[in-house]
């Protein structure tokens, strides 16, 4: 590492985010902890972002901005902000999300005082809608402080949804062992599930991280599995399309085979991640069967004009 590094770098990829990335950015800058880089990549913006990104790099020696020819995906360009970052530790951050002050002294604390056994440490999420209103602080309950790899992945498979903490601040060794950003759908539970076999997860009490739930966010301008697979990989780069939730289910098994761990320990990880995979989503789909016999079995109303309720299903693999 450089002599001159900072000790902390944070990657925002963007993808014509003109509408929100002036307040990513500020909340960046605001940081009362100093010794930090902002790195960003541009996926080939056609709107206003690349002039906003520029004037801030010319004006602050802690932003870098770099700009691709054409648009990657989403997998390319969180990998990219990685790798022209410097930090012993990294943090992602969402063209559209906010960060408080103290979010990244608040972290840099907690993994210094934890030691090198945690690799990730993260606050709880807020919420919020496009005018940057609260809507509620999100319960990840992610907190993976058992001793023994299997353990924390049956916990980080029994409680994944938002995967907010891929959003906190994580050890670069750590992520040098991973295989970070995946191009296929919700591969950021899977560098999740890798992190988890390296190390343990701290939780922070506050609410440090504003997430913003919009029509424009990957999820909800994506609507399909196939839309979805696009936006973190376009069709052209090897991307193929299958089952989401078979894929993500392989993948972690393969995380599982190549993980630095002992035969022993990676044999009791893929078990016990079988077997609650298997609980989960067993449970699951038995509440779904559950509630449209219920659905099936309620009279009619004569005022309702056959209206039922949609039987829905929470739980979805890294929504």
């Known amino acids: 590492m450089e002599p001159s590094a900072p000790r902390v770098s944070i990657g925002l990829p963007v993808f014509n985010g003109e509408r929100f990335v002036t307040e990513t950015i500020e909340s960046v800058l605001s940081q009362t902890y100093a010794d930090l880089e902002l790195v960003i990549s541009d996926n080939a913006s056609s709107d206003g972002t690349e002039a906003l990104c520029r004037r801030y790099a010319e004006r602050d020696p802690r932003v870098r901005y770099s700009r691709a020819d054409r648009n990657f995906g989403a997998a390319w360009n969180y990998n990219r902000v990685l790798a022209l970052s410097r930090g012993e530790l990294f943090k992602w951050i969402g063209h559209d999300d906010r960060i408080a002050p103290e979010f990244v002294s608040r972290c840099v604390a907690a993994l210094d005082e934890s030691g090198p056994g945690a690799v990730l440490c993260y606050p709880r999420t807020t919420l919020i809608d496009e005018a940057g209103a609260p809507r509620g602080v999100y319960p990840d309950e992610l907190e993976l402080c058992e001793p023994a790899p299997w353990q924390r992945l049956a916990h980080l498979t029994r409680r994944f949804n938002l995967c907010n903490p891929v959003l906190g601040l994580i050890r670069r060794d750590a992520l040098s062992r991973t295989r970070g950003i995946g191009p ?29 739930v919009h029509a424009g966010s990957s999820r909800a301008a994506n609507r399909s599995a ?12 090897g991307r193929r399309f299958v089952w989401p939730r078979g894929r993500l289910f392989l993948e972690i098994l393969r995380s599982v085979a190549r993980a ?15 077997a609650t995979w298997t609980t989960r989503w067993t449970r699951v789909h038995l509440g779904a069967a559950r509630a449209h016999l219920f659905v099936r079995s309620r009279p009619v109303s004569a005022h309702s004009g056959g209206d039922l309720p949609s039987a829905g299903h929470g739980g979805g693999a890294g929504a």
């Open 260 to 274: 630095p761990l002992s035969r022993a320990d990676r044999l009791a990880a893929a078990l016990a991640f079988v």
């Open 184 to 212: 296929f759908v919700s591969s950021d539970l899977v560098l999740l599930a890798e992190l988890a076999l390296l190390g343990r997860f701290v939780e922070l009490p506050e609410p440090l991280l504003e997430r913003r």
């Open 226 to 237: 196939r839309e979805v697979a696009d936006w973190f990989a376009p069709l052209g780069r």
